[in-house]
């Protein structure tokens, strides 16, 4: 999903490919498409597509993937989206008018 990005490079989404058994749960509650196949197990294909939700990390039954939710803000970009006002995640001290 080309369009749907934030900052290229910083996302914290990893996954641990040892510990993957590729059943495939990623890439189906993943709502960017973050996740392909690899052989036999679950590849990241576009990491910067990631907007950190953390929906594959909770669901992933073997704990081959982590992400540290809201970094990078994206929780901050969404709420602007649906509010129609500037990205707020209130984590600059000032009441939230800034973001991290």
Not at 58 to 67: H, K, M, P
């Amino acid at each position: 999903m080309k369009e749907m990005r934030y900052i290229d490079g910083v996302v914290t989404l990893q996954l641990d490919r040892e510990s993957c058994t590729g059943c495939g749960t990623c890439r189906e509650v993943c709502p960017h498409g973050v996740f392909g196949h690899g052989v036999g197990v679950a590849a990241i294909e576009d990491l910067d597509a990631c907007m950190e939700c953390g929906a594959c990390a909770l669901n992933c039954r073997e704990g081959a993937i982590t992400v540290s939710q809201g970094v990078g803000c994206a929780r901050a970009i969404i709420h602007g989206w649906i509010t129609g006002g500037p990205p707020s995640c209130d984590c600059g001290g000032d009441g939230g008018s800034t973001c991290c």
